[in-house]
Antibody, heavy 120, light 110 residues
């Protein structure tokens, strides 16, 4: 069974950093692109970042470019999102998700999310 | 990276068909056949319903179908059932090598 399990969320102050992790199982992690999608409380989905099976190909939304870094450790089947200079508007439930066989044009398995709250 | 435009809400009675539109631009929806649709029930993670405009993942019922014309994609749900009541989001790949979601549509089954 495919599973992705996020961790690392919490309450931080504006300007602080936080690293999210996503442990994957039930599929060959190194064969699939992965992505992060967030959802602010009561709001819609917002795509954040994606990484190809090749760790040098990373993609970011304009809202997080230069502040967030996505990475993966295929040996540990783990996806990461390093977040710097956090802002109040980054407050959201962060979903880790597995991209389909055609890339992130169809995201086929989602975790339950980890909540990040940025507040003083 | 402006969000795709979806109606805030749609409704229908059991057994009826409804269509949710998703309007983008020639840099996203109109440029690629990479539109996907997600269903999200309250408090749950999103679920992939349609990818590459028209394709259904294994396990998704054929009551759900997708299409596209120009810069607008559509999700049609036929034979509406109570369990279809949820939020629906479209997504598209963009010419900036990013992805963008629509604002979401709340489907109410009357």
């Amino acid at each position: 069974e495919v599973q992705v399990l996020e961790s690392g969320g919490g309450l931080v102050q504006p300007g602080w950093s936080l690293r999210l992790s996503c442990a994957a199982s039930g599929f060959t992690f190194s064969n699939f692109a992965m992505t992060w999608v967030r959802q602010a409380p009561g709001k819609g989905l917002e795509w954040v970042s994606a990484i190809s099976i090749h760790v040098d190909r990373t993609y970011y939304a304009d809202s997080v470019k230069g502040r967030f870094t996505i990475s993966r450790d295929n040996s540990k089947s783990t996806l990461y999102l390093q977040m710097y200079s956090l802002r109040a508007e980054d407050t959201a439930l962060y979903y880790c998700a597995k991209c389909g066989s055609n890339g992130c044009h169809g995201v086929d398995y989602w975790g339950q999310g980890t909540l990040v709250t940025v507040s003083s | 990276q402006s969000a795709l435009t979806q109606p805030a809400s749609v409704s229908g009675s059991p057994g009826q068909s409804i269509t949710i539109s998703c309007t983008g631009t020639s840099s996203d929806v109109g440029a690629y056949n990479y539109v996907s649709w997600y269903q999200q029930h309250p408090g749950k993670a999103p679920k992939l319903m349609i990818y590459d405009v028209t394709n259904r993942p294994s396990g998704v019922l054929n009551r759900f179908s997708g299409s596209k014309s120009g810069n607008t994609a559509s999700l049609t749900i036929s034979g509406l059932q109570a369990e279809d009541e949820a939020d629906y989001y479209c997504s598209s790949f963009t010419s900036s090598n990013t992805w963008v979601f629509g604002g979401g549509t709340k489907l109410t089954v009357l």
